[in-house]
């Protein structure tokens, strides 16, 4: 770049400065009194005989909320006020008559805001690690921590930065600028979560839940800085945040270059953008109010209401952000031709061309089954061993095997709705096969009509013997039992003696047994509580109810009784 | 010299500019009419490399002006509504213009401070809309640019400051051959500024003239005959109107002015009186049936 060209640079920059350094000024005092102030606040209310340090296991223990809605909203204030000389009319036509090029342009403002992000962060590191060492106090925190808070933090700053700046391309107004940021920061997380809830409305039996892991809120980047406690980024998250906002840039760049001046004050700068803007607006607005009113509303009247009147209100809304005027009414064939193919898109899932729903596998080729209400068990098995009443099984048995099955088989063919009214079971039902593949659907199950299914598994030896703790071989021993009043709450039994808690021990393993499996789905009536304690340390409790009738003789042979009554 | 070769630009179905020419020839001072919604301000617009056309070439001094450093280096645009930094003072924005124009010159600046009177260190936006245009003006004149585009540049002036802006205008122009485009829907505010006019309606400029030869090349005729206007005189002459006043004929007609009076002669008239026409009459005559345009354009 030779030194004319500098010039013009220059001349920019000073503008900038004039106008939006403030936005730097601002950064720099939100990091200070997120960080450095409670570093200093910490040091001046240390008592060395209370020995008050803060608990920072890092930096974003801090103030974490806080830090949050800084590193989220200052890049995209900078990135607004960087490109905002576009979204004005008369400084639009003013600036695009300057002997500079786009391309410079835009670099020297990216580079300028960029700067505003960076500056203020170092500065504040700067003044955090010189607090934490010239302030003598034990600090759980060092420079090193310090230093990854920075790097963590610029690379998120950067990358919400260059994606305020790609919308700041696309856009012709500020305020539209900065909602739309906000948006498309939350749109892959969105959209799926969306689409994934829509689905069990559209596939009977499609399990929400196992694809709405976290995972997905990683891909909204303010989440996943809120996160940072506890998950530090690796080097290839970075590297990909850091490829990302590459990719912004250069898309920014390549957008400007083509970008008409005129865009000023229009909502979108290229027409092409118009269309796709109001149909994906309706089309995410058909799928929350689809979901909604599946949620609330029971039957497809609702649902398809939903679906309905929510895409209607979005399309109406995205067209008069278009065309800015609230009379838009007579642009109704665009939303004819939306719910047409919303139809035909409804109607191809739902026809199942695939044979999603009524996939039930071959007995031969099953190894085994996942039965159970949540899928969080079906993808970390671990947890389920230290449950201790464990609803969520892996069953073995050929016979649970064909049981479960047939369960499954029966879901399938019914397809029952279940009713806002009736005793509802949600049931996960995983398969996984000889050959690795895995399978899962998830299913609301009226009770009532489908006990003998229910019994034929949960009354299992193998489903008892897991789901109950005590019934599992290799438990850590008890060493004391207290049975509660479950009215007071207060101790009235505690056995502490290892040959009567063995005996005790012995009684309620034969309740647990015997117990039917309608106790299992709800409606337990609690007449005292069992509390026991195990060598390891940990607490759980029981029940005593109507089907405690070996414990009941236990205590009653003892005349302990009438206590738990009182 | 500037030139446009078809240049069309639509705004959202809405064409603005319809495959428009023009020629601008180097130290012209050039008065582009029109009335509103012609698309004045979008030709000039593209002309300053603001506006990127959709088809048609636009060149000064036969380079692309679009994302052309170099010439937009030397071209200033002056539009409707001058817009400066917010907050900013005469002086800061003279820094800025100083630093993006070579040309700017200081000395240019201190000088005109004496003609504009305006406080340099005072906040522009607090100056009343007039005297913002001035300090457009001071700024426009202090970075000497080879080219000078403006739109509807003086309205809002009083006429004390107008003159002393055409006056510099046209000094510039003399000393350093600048080349002026200056928009403006009313013909009299140009009449003694330009040396060619374009005439701009529907997208279109319509015709483009140099003003002495518009002048040399329309005739009001006042012939009388004896036994009337002679048939064969309406044929041989490019007859543009025609009235009569009792015995009187008045001829409104386009061609060289020793050759119209020939013409007539040969036919013998008791009376034949050249009288001069005003730019506004040529206008309008050279518009013909374009009620609308002339009205605005002339009145």
Redesign the interface.
């Known amino acids: 770049m030779s030194a004319k060209r500098l010039s013009a640079n220059r001349a920019m920059w000073t503008q900038n400065v004039r106008q939006i350094g403030w936005i730097a000024i601002i950064h720099l005092l939100l990091w200070l009194a997120a960080i450095v102030l409670p570093i200093g606040l910490s040091y001046s209310q240390y008592d060395p005989k209370v020995g008050n340090v803060p608990q920072w296991k890092n930096v974003y223990y801090i103030s974490n909320g806080f830090e949050t809605l800084i590193a989220w909203l200052v890049p995209i204030l900078a990135a607004a006020g960087v490109v905002r000389y576009m979204h004005e009319k008369r400084s639009a036509d003013f600036i695009h008559s300057l002997p500079i090029r786009r391309t410079e342009l835009l670099v020297g403002q990216m580079v300028f805001g960029w700067l505003m992000l960076v500056g203020p962060l170092v500065v504040a590191a700067i003044a955090a690690i010189g607090c934490l060492l010239g302030l003598d106090l034990p600090w759980p925190i060092g420079a090193s921590d310090v230093w990854r808070w920075f790097g963590e933090t610029l690379v998120v700053e950067t990358v919400i930065f260059a994606l305020g700046i790609v919308v700041g391309v696309l856009v012709g107004q500020s305020v539209i600028h900065v909602v739309l940021t906000n948006i498309a920061l939350f749109f892959p997380t969105g959209i799926m979560v969306l689409l994934f809830s829509n689905m069990p409305l559209w596939l009977y039996g499609f399990p929400d839940g196992y694809y709405l892991s976290e995972k997905l809120m990683d891909w909204a980047l303010p989440i996943r800085y809120a996160m940072l406690t506890d998950q530090a980024m690796s080097a290839g998250e970075i590297g990909m945040l850091l490829l990302l906002s590459l990719l912004f840039f250069s898309l920014s760049i390549w957008l400007y270059e083509r970008r008409p001046t005129e865009a000023a004050g229009q909502a979108l700068a290229f027409t092409v953008l118009r269309p796709l803007f109001v149909y994906g607006v309706a089309f995410c607005m058909c799928l929350t109010g689809g979901f909604y009113f599946g949620q609330v509303g029971d039957g497809w009247g609702w649902t398809i209401f939903g679906y309905v009147a929510f895409s209607f209100v979005g399309y109406v809304i995205a067209q008069m952000v278009v065309m800015k005027t609230w009379r838009v009414f007579h642009k109704w064939k665009g939303y004819v031709a939306f719910a047409a193919a919303m139809t035909v898109l409804f109607l191809a899932v739902r026809l199942d061309p695939i044979g999603y729903v009524s996939r039930v596998p071959e007995l031969a080729d099953i190894e085994k089954v996942y039965f159970g209400q949540s899928v969080m068990n079906w993808q970390s098995p671990n947890m389920m061993e230290r449950e201790f009443e464990a609803f969520d099984q892996f069953l073995h048995t050929k016979d649970n095997i064909k049981a479960v099955r047939a369960l499954h088989a029966q879901l399938v063919h019914d397809q029952p709705i279940p009713s806002r009214f009736g005793n509802i079971q949600p049931i996960v039902i995983g398969y996984v096969l000889k050959d690795g593949t895995r399978l899962i659907r998830r299913y609301q199950v009226p009770i009532e009509a489908y006990m003998p299914y229910f019994q034929r598994i949960m009354g299992s030896k193998e489903y008892k013997q897991q789901y109950y703790l005590l019934l599992r071989p290799g438990y850590s021993p008890i060493r004391q039992v207290t049975i509660r009043n479950v009215e007071t709450g207060r101790p009235v039994v505690v056995l502490a003696d290892p040959k009567e808690i063995e005996s005790f021990l012995e009684a309620i393993k034969q309740d647990l047994w015997q117990k039917p499996v309608e106790s299992l789905l709800g409606g337990q009536v609690w007449n005292g509580e069992i509390e026991f304690l195990q060598s390891d340390g940990d607490q759980f409790s029981l029940p005593i109810d109507q089907y405690s009738s070996h414990v009941r003789n236990w205590l009653e042979d003892r005349r302990l009784w009438e206590k738990i009554q009182k | 010299m500037i030139q446009l070769v078809d240049v069309t630009k639509t ?2 179905r809405f064409a603005a500019v319809k495959g428009a020419n023009m020629m601008v020839p180097k130290g012209a001072i050039y008065g582009l009419l029109g009335p509103n919604g012609a698309g004045k301000t979008t030709l000039l ?1 593209m002309m ?5 056309q959709d088809r048609g070439t636009i060149a000064v001094d036969g380079e692309d002006v679009w ?1 052309n ?2 010439i ?2 030397r ?3 002056l ?1 409707d ?1 001058v ?1 400066f ?4 003072t005469i002086r ?1 924005m003279a ?2 213009y100083e ?4 040309s700017f010159s200081r000395g240019r600046f201190m000088e005109l401070q004496s003609v504009f009177g305006l406080d340099p260190n005072k906040k522009i936006q607090q100056f009343s809309k007039g005297m913002q245009r001035q300090a457009a003006f001071w700024l426009a004149f202090s970075v000497q640019p080879d080219v000078l585009i403006m739109d509807e540049p003086l309205d809002g002036l009083d006429a004390f400051v107008r003159r002393h802006v055409k006056q510099l205008l046209i000094e510039e122009v003399a000393e350093r051959e600048m080349t002026v485009v200056i928009s403006s829907h009313n013909l009299r505010e140009l009449e003694d500024l330009c040396g060619m006019v374009g005439l701009m309606a529907r997208g279109v400029v319509q015709l483009e003239r140099d003003l002495d030869e518009l002048r040399a090349g329309m005739h009001k005729l006042q012939l009388a005959f004896r036994d009337g206007c002679p048939g064969e005189l309406a044929e041989r002459l490019d007859i543009v109107h025609r009235e009569e006043r009792g015995s009187i004929v008045l001829l409104i007609v386009r061609g060289e002015k020793r050759r119209v009076e020939e013409t007539v002669r040969a036919f013998h008239p008791l009376i034949l009186d050249v009288l001069p026409l005003s730019l506004e009459e040529i206008f309008m005559y050279e518009m013909g049936g374009d009620a609308h345009v002339r009205e605005t354009v002339v009145s």
Do not use: C, S, T, W
């Open positions: 705004f959202d617009k300053a490399g603001i506006l990127r994302e450093v170099r937009k280096q071209l200033l645009f539009p509504f817009y930094f917010p907050h900013a800061q820094d800025f630093q993006l124009y070579p």
